[in-house]
């Protein structure tokens, strides 16, 4: 089973959400491809040969609302078949989007 825990950062805007959600991705990660393959890099006017690895990102969008304010985060994901490699935020720049 694949778990997804999101760390707290301390500029969080948000206070007193006590809801935890977690996604079970294992579903999601038995349709990936667990396949290496070789790439060629460009070096010194050669190629090279270089192994690599299938990843994907998944985005995860977390909408906060109340009467007063709506506040977005955004959250890439960066996993293979055999699970999560690491995950980040990414800034919202538009926080007024419509509905």
């Given amino acids: 089973m694949t778990v997804l825990v ?15 959600i977690h996604f079970d991705l294992t579903r999601f990660a038995r349709k990936m491809e ?19 690895r299938a990843v994907y990102h998944l985005h995860l969008v977390i909408k906060y609302q109340s009467d007063a304010d709506t506040i977005y985060q955004h959250y890439r994901i960066v996993m293979t078949r ?13 926080e007024a989007g419509g509905d």
């Fill in 34 to 52: 667990n396949s290496k393959s070789n790439i060629f890099v460009p070096a010194k006017g050669i190629y090279r040969r270089a192994s690599g």
């Fill in 6 to 20: 999101i760390v707290a950062f301390d500029e969080c805007r948000i206070g007193g959400v006590n809801e935890i």
């Fill in 82 to 94: 055999s699970g999560i490699r690491r995950s980040e935020e990414i800034p919202v720049t538009n």
